[in-house]
């Protein structure tokens, strides 16, 4: 069975789930990159490490493989590409292709009723309701998306970014926290709008107020970035704060293992979140905003972490006191993120579940994994989300 994944380029969060599949299928297992990665990836310390992956081929310089690829797979994994003509063509031939997307409308639904918007999504989606064509959810807002549009109806599944997986013992994990100091949180991302990290300059004077028990790790940077610091200044709060700049995705995860608490803030606009997927591998307590589209298949309310509604910072700020007070939620919050990525959300399970998902496909059946990637993606408006989430609670993720 040949499958091939098309997208603009490879970076570190989909490496592990292509390696996972390069294992199980070997050479019958492609990559496709449509474009060479921009600078400003370059320049936060992601690397171009597609060069030298055995399964990975570039368009820009092998068209007429590529394009073989595209068109005689058995199946095609089509992320974005900025290519859909190649695309469009295998879905006009009736072949098996399973979408991989975030949401179609970040910036709010109402852009739905644009005309022009709505043929553009028909063009692409719609009209291939009813052929062989699947969506993978990279989001929990995605499947709320595309079901204004009428597409994939009963053929969208939950799915998301899988960054590297590490595995620890129980006891290597505390060790790295060095439980009994004082308690160690952290932020990873850029410095800019959507993410909020102003958000934690004023976590740190509310904190600080309460105790000195505390220090703030800022992974980063950004436009933001000088006036973070002048506001930590104006604050008071230098001595709780350290702000590393632009760190390499090793050493981000070197600061998430001594930490005992994340910090997520990014807004709606966030399609994903991959630094949630590695906080909760490095067995920390997050906290993060429902708005964001991995939170809610990631983070079971009060077991495995903390979410919070429409991003707000006061809501955000109660989690933190929370758990700064209760070392104990704290720390069982945090091995049961460890085990739900450790045991569900992670590379080698996700490539299983599809592959074994894909095996049913071919035969014409679907049958959906019992939870976590591969599972059926709930159609949930994103004003409701949040609601979902306190009412599933404990439930499967």
Not at 66 to 77: T, Y
Not at 148 to 166: D, L, N, Q, S, V
Not at 347 to 372: D, S
Request: proline fraction near 5%.
């Amino acid at each position: 069975m040949t499958v091939t994944f098309i997208s603009n380029y490879i970076n570190h969060h989909q490496i592990p789930f292509s390696n996972a599949c390069y294992e199980l299928l070997g050479e019958e297992y492609h990559f496709i990159q449509t474009e060479p990665m921009e600078q400003e990836r370059l320049s936060m310390g992601w690397s171009s490490a597609g060069e030298g992956l055995p399964y990975v081929s570039c368009l820009y310089e092998e068209e007429e493989k590529c394009r073989r690829l595209i068109r005689d797979s058995d199946v095609l994994l089509a992320g974005w590409s900025g290519r859909e003509d190649l695309v469009e063509q295998r879905l006009e031939e009736g072949k098996l292709t399973i979408r991989v997307s975030e949401r179609l409308y970040r910036e709010g639904q109402w852009k739905a009723v644009s005309p022009r918007g709505l043929y553009h999504k028909y063009k692409e989606h719609t009209r291939f309701r009813k052929g062989p064509a699947y969506l993978l959810c990279a989001g929990a807002y995605v499947p709320s998306d595309f079901h204004i549009i009428h597409a994939y109806p009963g053929k969208m599944f939950k799915w998301g970014y899988f960054p590297e997986t590490r595995y620890y013992t129980e006891e290597e994990l505390l060790q790295k926290k060095g439980e009994g100091r004082r308690v160690e949180i952290c932020w990873a991302g850029r410095f800019i709008p959507l993410k909020h990290p102003e958000y934690m300059i004023r976590l740190a004077k509310r904190l600080k107020a309460l105790t000195a028990g505390f220090h703030i790790h800022m992974a980063g940077g950004g436009e933001m970035e000088k006036e973070l610091k002048r506001l930590a200044g104006e604050y008071g709060v230098e001595d709780v704060i350290t702000f590393y700049g632009f760190m390499t995705p090793e050493k981000v995860r070197e600061v998430m293992e001594k930490s005992h608490i994340f910090i997520f803030t990014s807004n709606h606009l966030e399609g994903w979140g991959a630094v949630v997927n590695e906080a909760m591998n490095s067995g920390c307590a997050v906290i993060a905003n429902a708005q964001a589209g991995a939170v809610p298949y990631l983070i079971r309310q009060g077991v495995n972490g903390m979410a919070y509604p429409d991003g707000s910072y006061e809501k955000m700020a109660e989690a933190a006191e929370f758990l700064l007070q209760h070392p104990a939620e704290r720390g069982r919050m945090g091995l049961e993120a460890y085990r739900t990525i450790t045991g569900l959300w992670n590379a080698g399970h996700g490539a299983r579940a599809l592959l074994q998902m894909i095996e049913g496909l071919k035969e014409g059946r679907i049958e959906p994994a019992a939870e976590g990637p591969l599972s059926p993606a709930p159609v949930i408006r994103p004003g409701k989300m949040y609601a979902w989430m306190e009412k599933a609670g404990g439930g499967k993720a």
